[in-house]
Every structure is written in structure tokens, then in C-alpha cells.
């Protein structure tokens, strides 16, 4: 269906057609965030449902628990029609090796993120369909939305398309998760894996800590309590932003004090400046043109040392060992946003 105010196409429930599922197995391997709520949620959605993990894997139990049929990971393969691969990105490649030979022409490769066939990590067979359905939220979410018999948005695409009806199938994947309640975006492999490690590093998983660790030492550094810092660089973060997630940028602006809005529309660009700009514009490029693909892709054969070292670095951060004891001390924020919000700014 197409939204004449968007300029992308998105599908609805009415879009999908589950036929083109329900006489098909699917193989979901892994039975994490993702794993755990697309079996459960194709399997009471009529599709039969084959969980794939490792003899040794913990998850098995939790998956029998749960109802579901286990087998391993080459055992579900070869037995399904769509193999939804859901392990972690990282491990991804050496688990495709593990059940490529089960692929038959005609199935269907099935993922909720494009790294490996981005960038070429797992090189699939051309007689097989290579498909994503990608939630845009975590697995937690993708099962509680459908139980309350709501949605999550998600993505969808097609990278190739062997049978001729692989997008009419992941449509169906859609409809069975719960997707096409709340709306399927039509995206490519690119697209879809290129904006997302932009958006993580540039913005928000690294653009946003460094902003509030620079504010933080700013704070500290001159002399105030690291309490209140911490208060006014890192907690107060989740008020402005829920308010931008429910009315944009406008809908924040119009809920904190004219002095905030003067303050920070007058302030905010001298912060994130050209200089910020060209260094988001160099992060893009180095997604764009696989430089960061390789390096993470050796980091982890090199069994991860700087990774380890980051990690570290970030959690003995002095933000961490201010915000523990804090977070403790004022858990009465249960969750309600208005009031929240309106004590904050
Ligand atoms: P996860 O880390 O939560 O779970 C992975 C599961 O894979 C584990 O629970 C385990 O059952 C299994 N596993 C781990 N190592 C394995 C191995 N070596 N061999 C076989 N099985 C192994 O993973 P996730 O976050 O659900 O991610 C799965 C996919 O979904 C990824 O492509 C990810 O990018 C994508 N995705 C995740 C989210 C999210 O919010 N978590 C959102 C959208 C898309
Ligand atoms: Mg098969
Ligand atoms: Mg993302
Ligand atoms: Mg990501
Ligand atoms: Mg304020």
C-alpha cells in the first residue's frame, strides 16, 4: 500500500497474504531476542515452527518449554522451506556453513539484518531466495506487541528473488511476527544495513554517550556535584527524547520552558558543528565503503582486543560509579512520562 504523505512504500496486514506461508516450515535459528519471539509468534500464527540450536545450547530447554520443536541447526535447515537466520551477526557466517548443504532451490534465506550478505560474509546459493524482516525493536517487544495483539514496525527486502514470490513470502513472515499490524517499510539490503551502523555510531549508541560523557565532564571539570551533572547530562536524556519519539523535534521544543528553547536552539548547531558534520560524513564513508565491516569483522577473529579494552573503559567511566547509587536511590520513577517531563527542563 502506498501513503501518499510518505515517500516510501509501506504494508499492512491487508497486504500480506498468509498462504503463502502456511504450508512452509520455518527454521528459526537462535532462540535470543529476536529467535525466541519470531518462533513464537509464526508458531501461534499457524506456521509450523522448527527452533534450531546446538545440542549443547542452554536455549533448548526454553525453547521446549515453550512449546516448540528443536533440532540442530542443519537438521531444521534441511527439514524447512525458510531458514530465518537469527544467531548473532558475528557468528552468522560459521553457522551458514553448518547448513548450507540442507538448502534446496527454492528456499528461502531468511534474516532481520543485511551485514552478511552487505558485505559479502555469507556468499548464499544463487538458487535460493535471500530475504529480510527486520523488526525495529527488540525481540522482547516483537512478542509482547503481538500477545497484547499489537505490532512492530518493521522493515522488509528483498536481495534476491529466485521463485519470483519472495517478497509475497516475507510479507507473510510479516503478517506471522506481528509486523504488518503496525506497518512494513520496503527497504534494500543496502539501505537497510548502511543506515543502521550510521545511525548506531553517529548518533545513537556512540554519537549520544560521547555527548553526554563530554557534557558530564564539562559540568565536573568546573566544579559542580557529579550528582547533579549526571542528573542534567544523562537522566534528564530519556524526558527529551521520549518527547521527540511522540511529537518530533516541535512537539520537545513546545513542552520546555522558552528560556530551554532559546538556549538550546541558539546553542545546539556551535556543539554539533561543521566539524561534527564532517566526521559524521567520514563515519558514513568508512560503512559505505566496507572500512568498518573489515575491521570488525577482524576484531572479532583477533577474539576482540579492542573491544574488550572499550568496553572497559566505558564501565569504569566516572558517570558509572556516580549513576549507580543514584539510579538506586530515585527508582520512583515508574514510568510516569508526563509528569517526568514536565519536572524536567
Ligand atoms: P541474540 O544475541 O539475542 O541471540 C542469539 C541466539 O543465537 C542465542 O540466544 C543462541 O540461542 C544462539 N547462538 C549464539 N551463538 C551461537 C552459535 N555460535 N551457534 C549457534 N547458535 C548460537 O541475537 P539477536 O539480538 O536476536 O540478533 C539476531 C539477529 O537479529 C541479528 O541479525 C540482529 O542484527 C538482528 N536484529 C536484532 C535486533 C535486537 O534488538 N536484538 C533488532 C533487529 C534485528
Ligand atoms: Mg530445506
Ligand atoms: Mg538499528
Ligand atoms: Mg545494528
Ligand atoms: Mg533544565
Not at 36 to 55: I, M, P, T, W
Not at 206 to 229: N, Q
Request: charged share 25%; proline share 3%; aromatic share 6%.
Amino acid at each position: 500500500m502506498t501513503d501518499e504523505n510518505l515517500n516510501t512504500t509501506v504494508y499492512y496486514d491487508d497486504d500480506a497474504d498468509h498462504s503463502a506461508i502456511e504450508d512452509k516450515t520455518v527454521a528459526v535459528l537462535g532462540y535470543g531476542s529476536q529467535g525466541h519471539a519470531h518462533s513464537q509468534n509464526l508458531s501461534e500464527s499457524g506456521v509450523d515452527v522448527v527452533v534450531g540450536l546446538r545440542k549443547s545450547s542452554s536455549s533448548r530447554a526454553a525453547a521446549k518449554a515453550d512449546g516448540l520443536r528443536v533440532a540442530t541447526p542443519a537438521a531444521a535447515a534441511a527439514e524447512a522451506d525458510i531458514v530465518s537466520v537469527l544467531v548473532p551477526d558475528t557468528v552468522q557466517p560459521a553457522v551458514f556453513d553448518q547448513i548450507e548443504d540442507g538448502l534446496e532451490p527454492g528456499d528461502t534465506l531468511q534474516f532481520a539484518h543485511g551485514f552478511n550478505i552487505h558485505y559479502n560474509q555469507i556468499q548464499p546459493p544463487e538458487d535460493v531466495d535471500v530475504t529480510m524482516v527486520a523488526p525495529k525493536s527488540p525481540g522482547h517487544l516483537v512478542r509482547r506487541n503481538y500477545e497484547n495483539d499489537e505490532g512492530t514496525p518493521g522493515l522488509l527486502a528483498v536481495y534476491q528473488d529466485e521463485t519470483g514470490e519472495a517478497k509475497e513470502e516475507a510479507l507473510a513472515y510479516a503478517h506471522g511476527i506481528g509486523c504488518t499490524r503496525a506497518g512494513v517499510i520496503e527497504t534494500t539490503f543496502r539501505e537497510e544495513t548502511e543506515t543502521d551502523l550510521f545511525g548506531e555510531q553517529a548518533v545513537l549508541c556512540g554519537g549520544m554517550t560521547a555527548l553526554v560523557k563530554e557534557g558530564y565532564e564539562t559540568l565536573v571539570d568546573a566544579g559542580y556535584s557529579p550528582e547533579m551533572a549526571y542528573f542534567e547530562c544523562l537522566n534528564e536524556m530519556k524526558l527529551i527524547v521520549d518527547l521527540m519519539y511522540e511529537g518530533g523535534l516541535s512537539n520537545m521544543w513546545d513542552s520546555v520552558s522558552d528560556t530551554a528553547e532559546y538556549g538550546g536552539l541558539s546553542r545546539g548547531d556551535d556543539i554539533i558543528d561543521d566539524h561534527a558534520r564532517e566526521k559524521m560524513e567520514q563515519v558514513l564513508e568508512e560503512v559505505q565503503d566496507g572500512t568498518f565491516a573489515r575491521e570488525w569483522i577482524a576484531e572479532n577473529q583477533a577474539g576482540r582486543p579492542s573491544y574488550t579494552q572499550l568496553k572497559e573503559a566505558e564501565e569504569t567511566h566516572h558517570i558509572e560509579q556516580v549513576g549507580e547509587p543514584l539510579r538506586d536511590l530515585f527508582a520512583w520513577d515508574d514510568g510516569n512520562e508526563e509528569e517526568a517531563a514536565e519536572a524536567a527542563a
